[in-house]
């Protein structure tokens, strides 16, 4: 089939490229140009795992195709997908004016019949406000479905391939059939395909997000008070997740979530909520812990060094800096809070990222103090404390000891629990970590 993305960023991309992959001629559109010819020479504007052989594969075979011309575009796709942004307005609310304007666009140039799909993440109603938009442009007939995405960054291409489920809304059969056609390819294994009415699908996606939120922010809050009565979370997660109706996925305390869906999506929820007159106590509890966590690994290095002359002059390398594994995006990560503070603070920071430093030094840019550094042991070069902020798999089995003979002080802050901290008190450090106790290595105290 004929299927056009309109928005090629990291949701918009990975669809699109396995769209491809799985036989559809599929034309990724973008109103950045300078993406779109970096695209078009076979550069991937993004970090995402297995997506550049994919998106290599595809523009060669003829499937896969890059521009920013919204009329031919459309003109040769039955069959247009949303995927830009849904970022959020300044009281939290959702900004739809993207998906908006990428819809007038669609209505703009229809000449015959068309599925207008909408996979940006978008409030409640956002279908039947896509149909408004495109009625006003038009005469031509067409059916607005709306088709959340779920796919996680950094396993995005595999989410994609292999969805859980497959989320149809659409008020109508026909166009529902056409969708499912498209993805029959992704379900040969076993049906993965739900179809409910648009204003039900638009509202899985908020409450699947605000769901996993809820459950990062409950874990965090049960290891500050883990932390308080001289338990250890990580006790305590095995031993609850071992139930059965509550499982190990997304049990994991830290340093809070980031990234560019959990934080705007509790948030538009809960003005969508409010909005209708609901109250939405939970969802406002699961972002004020949130944002309380991001302060939590500052606030920790602030006690540590108290007694140590403050913050000031004090020398902090940074391992990890994008708001997940896997992923070079840098939208709301967490390590932003903690540079931002420690600054405040008069520190000097050394920073790592296996792959986001190029965004990461867009976002810092003019901020004072800060060195990038190669990896993590340049990082580690001089500095009172290393503070772990993103689990990326080559911090997991670091060998410490060439590490600790650079270093000025001997304290590590792991926002991700990665190590085990007696473990980590018999290699020299001070370990403070997130509800578990601190391990504070007892000669040098
Ligand atoms: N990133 C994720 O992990 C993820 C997962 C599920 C859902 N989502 C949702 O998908 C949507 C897109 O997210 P993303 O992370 O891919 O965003 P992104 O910022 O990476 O990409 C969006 C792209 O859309 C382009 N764009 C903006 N306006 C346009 C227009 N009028 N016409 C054509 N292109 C336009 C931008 O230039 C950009 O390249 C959001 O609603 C997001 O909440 C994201």
Same mark, same amino acid.
């Given at each position: 089939m004929q299927?056009l993305?309109?928005g090629?960023g990291? $949701?918009g991309?990975?669809?699109? @490229?396995c769209?491809?992959e799985m036989?559809?001629?599929?034309t990724?559109?973008d %109103?950045? /140009?300078?993406k779109?010819?970096k695209l078009?020479q076979?550069? %991937?504007p993004? #970090?995402?795992?297995?997506?550049?052989?994919?998106?290599?594969r595809?523009?060669? *075979?003829?499937r896969l195709?890059?521009?920013?011309?919204?009329q031919s575009a459309?003109?040769?796709? +039955?069959?247009?997908?949303?995927?830009?942004?849904?970022?959020?307005k300044?009281?939290?609310?959702?900004?739809?004016?993207?998906?908006?304007?990428?819809a007038?666009?669609i209505?703009?140039?229809?000449?015959?019949?068309?599925?207008?799909?909408?996979?940006?993440? $978008?409030?409640?109603g956002t279908?039947n406000?896509?149909?408004?938009?495109?009625?006003e442009?038009?005469?031509?007939?067409?059916?607005?479905?709306?088709?959340?995405?779920? +796919?996680?960054?950094?396993?995005?291409? *595999?989410?994609?391939?292999?969805?859980?489920r497959?989320?149809?809304?659409s008020n109508a059969?026909?166009?529902?059939e056409?969708l499912k056609?498209i993805? /029959?390819?992704f379900?040969?294994n076993? !049906?993965r395909?739900?179809?409910?009415?648009?204003?039900?699908?638009?509202m899985?996606?908020y =409450?699947?997000?605000?769901?996993?939120?809820?459950?990062?922010?409950?874990?965090?809050? %049960? @290891?500050?008070?883990?932390?308080?009565?001289? @338990?250890?979370?990580?006790?305590?997660?095995k031993?609850i997740?071992?139930d059965?109706r509550?499982?190990? /996925?997304?049990? #994991?305390?830290g340093?809070?979530?980031g990234?560019?869906?959990?934080?705007?999506?509790i948030?538009?929820?809960? =003005?969508?909520?409010k909005?209708a007159? =609901?109250e939405?106590t939970? +969802?406002?509890?699961?972002? /004020?812990?949130n944002?309380?966590q &991001?302060?939590?690994l500052?606030?920790?290095?602030?006690?540590?060094f108290?007694?140590?002359?403050?913050?000031k002059?004090?020398t902090?390398?940074?391992w990890g800096l994008?708001f &997940?594994?896997?992923?070079d995006?840098?939208? !709301?990560a967490?390590s932003l809070?903690?540079?931002e503070?420690? %600054?405040k *603070?008069?520190?000097?920071?050394?920073?790592f990222?296996?792959v986001?430093?190029p965004n990461?030094k867009k $976002?810092l840019e003019?901020?004072?103090?800060?060195?990038?550094?190669?990896?993590?042991?340049d990082?580690?070069?001089g500095?009172?404390?290393? @503070?772990?902020l993103?689990?990326?798999?080559?911090?997991?089995?670091?060998d410490?000891?060439p590490i600790?003979g650079?270093?000025k002080?001997?304290a590590f802050f792991d926002g991700r629990?990665?190590?085990?901290?007696l473990?980590?008190k018999?290699?020299?450090?001070d370990y403070?970590?997130?509800?578990?106790?601190d391990?504070?290595?007892?000669?040098?105290?």
């Amino acid at each position: 089939m004929q299927i056009l993305m309109v928005g090629t960023g990291y $949701v918009g991309l990975v669809t699109g @490229a396995c769209f491809a992959e799985m036989g559809h001629t599929v034309t990724c559109l973008d %109103i950045d /140009s300078e993406k779109i010819s970096k695209l078009n020479q076979g550069i %991937i504007p993004i #970090y995402e795992p297995g997506l550049e052989e994919i998106v290599k594969r595809n523009i060669k *075979q003829h499937r896969l195709f890059f521009t920013t011309d919204y009329q031919s575009a459309v003109a040769n796709s +039955l069959v247009c997908f949303i995927a830009v942004p849904t970022p959020s307005k300044e009281d939290g609310s959702c900004d739809v004016s993207y998906v908006e304007a990428a819809a007038r666009e669609i209505g703009m140039n229809m000449t015959d019949y068309r599925v207008i799909v909408n996979k940006s993440t $978008v409030p409640v109603g956002t279908a039947n406000l896509v149909t408004k938009v495109i009625k006003e442009v038009t005469d031509v007939p067409f059916d607005v479905v709306s088709n959340p995405e779920f +796919l996680k960054e950094g396993a995005a291409v *595999q989410d994609c391939l292999k969805p859980d489920r497959i989320i149809i809304g659409s008020n109508a059969s026909k166009p529902a059939e056409i969708l499912k056609e498209i993805y /029959s390819a992704f379900t040969l294994n076993h !049906e993965r395909m739900i179809v409910m009415d648009t204003l039900s699908a638009e509202m899985t996606k908020y =409450a699947a997000n605000a769901m996993l939120a809820t459950r990062i922010s409950f874990m965090n809050e %049960i @290891a500050d008070i883990c932390k308080r009565v001289g @338990a250890n979370v990580n006790e305590v997660r095995k031993g609850i997740g071992s139930d059965s109706r509550i499982g190990y /996925s997304f049990l #994991y305390p830290g340093v809070g979530y980031g990234g560019s869906c959990f934080p705007k999506d509790i948030r538009a929820l809960i =003005a969508v909520a409010k909005n209708a007159g =609901a109250e939405p106590t939970l +969802l406002e509890a699961a972002d /004020s812990v949130n944002n309380r966590q &991001k302060k939590i690994l500052a606030e920790k290095m602030l006690k540590y060094f108290a007694k140590k002359g403050g913050l000031k002059g004090k020398t902090i390398a940074v391992w990890g800096l994008s708001f &997940k594994p896997d992923t070079d995006d840098m939208r !709301e990560a967490p390590s932003l809070n903690l540079i931002e503070d420690l %600054i405040k *603070q008069g520190a000097s920071l050394r920073l790592f990222d296996p792959v986001a430093m190029p965004n990461a030094k867009k $976002v810092l840019e003019g901020l004072p103090n800060i060195s990038w550094c190669e990896d993590e042991f340049d990082a580690a070069k001089g500095a009172d404390a290393i @503070a772990l902020l993103t689990e990326w798999k080559q911090f997991r089995l670091v060998d410490f000891k060439p590490i600790q003979g650079e270093m000025k002080g001997f304290a590590f802050f792991d926002g991700r629990n990665q190590y085990k901290p007696l473990d980590m008190k018999g290699k020299g450090f001070d370990y403070i970590s997130i509800g578990v106790p601190d391990q504070m290595h007892d000669k040098k105290n």
